[in-house]
């Protein structure tokens, strides 16, 4: 859990925002919350390496150096995450990390670097495993911790062979817009890869959109819903230093967070199919179910589910509403009325 500057500035960041979002995911309860990295994407690079052939920082947007701001982010009681791309420069044309991968990774441990996104642009096809394996080799060789997130764009199925690669999470997609329908054609790419997923081994639908404002507030609930019944990384992307009530509520519900982080023997699943609206359902460690009722289309509409289909038998089961806070006996039976391009999220327990 964390946050990552591409989403909302693209490469419009600099020492100053990142200090500053440091300081915001400790005042706003983000931190508190367990979003603890905070990660760099691309445009932090000098124009060209240094004359050891080391990866440089941009003096003019980072001055005091990767050191010194990793240091602060630590103070803070956070973890700073790092970008490079698995080509010969990045997407936004900076030096990259192929065929440097053992110097780039001596030169992030050495800064304190915990997380490092690893992009796939320019890689001269040279095959993905290949390219991805050997940073996953020099980050082991490093001698420091860090979190490996491949951003491969799911071209080469990294599920198959991420882990062996070293990483602890693989993008299952191109990038994610804020937009519904860019969520939803991510949702649908997650469709029966859970069997690749489990502790230290991560499905990445891509970071969130909450809060950047192209999406109504029903339509981030259950984006933030369902990246949560996927136990997807759960990476901020919004302006931590404005964000609304609303927004907060909605990042921060502890509830969905829970289940986000909760390992239960599969991340979630489509349940059942009705075309416009869907069930989805995460096996939970305490035998419970979590459950989201989504619904695509524009108008609200009830949506049911059975106990039985939750594999919970019937009888007399506490379905507890995730995002209203409170719950209610159901009798074989779970319902709601769920907004437009909405979802409403409960946690099913005998």
Not at 10 to 21: F, P
Not at 37 to 57: Q, T
Not at 152 to 171: I, M, T
Request: charged share 25%.
């Amino acid at each position: 859990m964390g946050w990552n500057s591409w989403n909302k500035f693209h490469c419009d960041i600099d020492e100053r925002l990142i200090r500053e979002t440091a300081d915001a995911m400790v005042a706003s309860g983000m931190r508190d919350a367990g979003y603890v990295y905070l990660n760099i994407d691309d445009c932090w690079e000098a124009p060209a390496r240094d004359a050891s052939g080391n990866l440089a920082v941009d003096s003019v947007r980072f001055p005091g150096g990767m050191k010194a701001l990793a240091d602060y982010v630590h103070a803070k009681g956070l973890k700073l995450g790092i970008y490079s791309s698995a080509g010969t420069l990045t997407c936004q044309k900076r030096p990259a990390s192929l065929d440097h991968e053992a110097a780039d990774a001596r030169t992030f441990a050495a800064w304190g670097i915990d997380y490092l996104k690893y992009d796939n642009c320019n890689n001269e096809n040279r095959p993905a495993v290949q390219r991805y394996a050997a940073m996953g080799d020099a980050i082991r060789a490093s001698g420091r911790p860090m979190v490996y997130s491949l951003c491969e764009w799911g071209q080469n199925r990294p599920w198959e062979w991420g882990r062996a690669a070293g990483a602890q999470l693989w993008r299952t997609t191109g990038d994610i817009s804020d937009r519904w329908s860019s969520v939803m054609r991510l949702l649908d790419r997650q469709v029966g890869l859970e069997r690749y997923s489990g502790p230290n081994a991560w499905n990445d639908p891509d970071m969130l959109e909450v809060g950047n404002g192209r999406m109504t507030d029903d339509e981030y609930v259950a984006h933030f819903s369902l990246w949560a019944l996927l136990n997807a990384p759960l990476i901020a992307g919004n302006d931590l230093r404005a964000m609304s009530d609303v927004t907060k509520r909605i990042l921060m519900n502890r509830e969905v967070i829970a289940v986000d982080q909760d390992w239960g023997g599969t991340q979630g699943f489509k349940l059942r199919d009705d075309g416009q609206q869907e069930v989805w359902m995460k096996p939970m460690s305490d035998g419970g179910r979590a459950v989201v009722l989504l619904n695509r289309d524009t108008a609200a509409v009830s949506i049911a589910v059975t106990t039985a289909e939750l594999g919970l038998g019937g009888g007399r089961h506490v379905a507890r509403d995730l995002w209203a806070a409170r719950e209610a006996e159901v009798r074989g039976t779970v319902r709601a009325t769920v907004p437009g391009h909405g979802a409403a999220m409960y946690l099913v327990r005998r």
